[in-house]
């Protein structure tokens, strides 16, 4: 059990266009999903933390008018990277907690992000 | 603010020997969560083991044991009988009880599994 998705785990596109990428828990409901961002040889940053139907926290220094996230239900949530640019280039991260009191974090596989 | 330190960037062992990946932190809370994740080449982040902070036993899961010490703030990782497939960047990370869910993370340890 555990199963966090991520789609697509591969997207290019050109630069002013936006993406959206999906992360699903697959068998558990979500109180709280994550985004990070990960680049090449180094930790995971933390972007944002989202929770179900509220608006999404962001870490200090990210732009939430560059990266929209959506928590729509206990199972989903998006992030949209806006006006993409080739900084933005980068391999993104969710994860998801259980509903029902676990107090770990399960990771989906990652999208790799390329901006032209 | 907590800090997580893991200072081996790099660490090598031999197939089958046993080596213990170093993690410290930093907090002035009594109560959260510690845990060590693998991100193999492929890039999934894989839980290896968690500790709560309130417990006196070590955790252990398998061939992966850690020892905790909460006094000093110490958190390592041993692996037992090395395989080839635990070659990963190895990360520790803290979380508070409560309050934020947010993770902690240390700047990783590239574990090497010399056949």
């Known amino acids: 059990g555990a199963v966090v998705s991520q789609h697509p785990s591969w997207v290019i596109c050109k630069s002013g266009t936006s993406v959206k990428i999906e992360c699903r828990s697959l068998?558990?409901?979500?109180?709280?999903m994550f985004w990070y961002r990960q680049f090449p040889k180094q930790s995971l940053m933390l972007m944002a933390t989202?929770?179900?139907?509220?608006?999404?926290?962001?870490e200090q220094g990210v732009e939430k008018d560059k990266f929209l996230i959506n928590h729509a239900s206990l199972t989903l949530s998006t992030l949209t990277v806006t006006s993409a640019h080739p900084e933005d280039s980068s391999f993104y991260i969710c994860s998801a907690s259980r509903l029902a009191g676990e107090w770990t974090q399960y990771f989906g596989p990652g999208t790799r992000l390329t901006v032209l | 603010a907590q800090t997580v330190t893991q200072s081996q960037p790099e660490m090598s062992v031999q197939e089958a020997e046993t080596v213990t990946l170093s993690c410290t932190y930093d907090?002035?809370?009594?109560?959260?969560?510690l845990f060590w994740y693998k991100q193999p080449p492929s890039r999934q982040m894989i839980l290896v083991i968690r500790?709560?902070?309130?417990?006196?036993q070590n955790a252990t899961e398998n061939r992966f044991s850690v020892n905790f010490q909460k006094a000093a703030k110490s958190f390592s990782l041993k692996i037992s009988d090395s395989q080839l497939g635990d070659a990963a960047m190895y990360f520790c990370a803290y979380r508070l009880q409560g309050g934020s869910e947010k993770l902690v993370f240390g700047k990783g340890t590239k574990l090497t599994v010399n056949p």
């Open positions: 989202s929770n179900e139907g509220s608006k999404a926290t962001y």
């Open positions: 500790q709560e902070a309130y417990k006196q």
């Open positions: 068998d558990f409901q979500a109180t709280t």
């Open positions: 907090t002035s809370e009594s109560d959260y969560y």
